[in-house]
Each structure stands twice: as C-alpha cells, then as structure tokens.
C-alpha cells in the first residue's frame, strides 16, 4: 500500500498499479497485504469488456477507473464469467458474453472495485 486516503489505497502488485475501495482496518502504508479482491459491476460485452490478444495479466489505473487483462475460465447461463487475474478467481456478471475468449480486458470505476485483507 503506497497511499490511503479515505477509504481509498493505492497499491502496487506484480500485475500493476492500482486503486481500489479498502474494507478492514486502516492499512500500514508500504506494507504488504493478502487480500481479496471483489468487482460490483455488470458488464456489457464491447462497452466495458472485451476480448484481448494480450495474454499476459495486467492491472492498471484508466483515467477514472481501473483495466484489467485477465484469463478467462467459465461461463455459466446465469452471467457470470469466472476469470483468473493472476491467480486470484473473480466473478463477474456479464451481459451476452459471445464466448470463445482466451482473455478479456474489463473496466470499471474505482468505487466498484474492494479489497478485503485476510491473514493467511
């Protein structure tokens, strides 16, 4: 964690620079922490996520929000398209995935992204 201001924590990982939403106690900054990482958005296919090339995981600020590079694991008929971010599985609801991504970029704003910290 580089810097905490309100409720917000800029922090730094292998996969890139981000801002997210902090839910615990008030982080120590430049310390290191394990947390999990929740997206409440619902994303609408070639609006805020699409299929990518890119093949490496990444994480970075965009203006307002944040992008994601991520591998794509499942689709199930309800929405919601389960995806590897390095590791890390996230679920995200999406409308009318076409299917057939190796990799998807999504974005969303700031407020829409949380980190919870846990102890291992």
Do not use: H, R
Not at 17 to 28: F, H, S, T, Y
Not at 35 to 46: A, L, R, S
Not at 51 to 75: A, N
């Amino acid at each position: 964690m580089s810097k905490f201001d309100g409720n917000k924590v800029e922090f730094t990982s292998v996969l890139g620079n981000g801002v997210a939403v902090w839910c615990g106690e008030p982080p120590k900054l430049n310390s290191c922490y394990n947390v999990e990482f929740n997206v409440d958005d619902i994303f609408k296919w070639g609006l805020n996520i699409n299929d990518v090339c890119q093949e490496t995981p990444e994480i970075k600020v965009d203006g307002q929000g944040m992008l994601f590079v991520s591998q794509v694991i499942s689709y199930e008929s309800d929405g919601v398209l389960t995806v590897s971010l390095g590791g890390q599985i996230i679920f995200l609801d999406v409308e009318a995935y076409p299917g057939g991504c190796k990799y998807v970029s999504f974005s969303t704003a700031i407020k829409n992204i949380s980190l919870y910290p846990f102890v291992v």
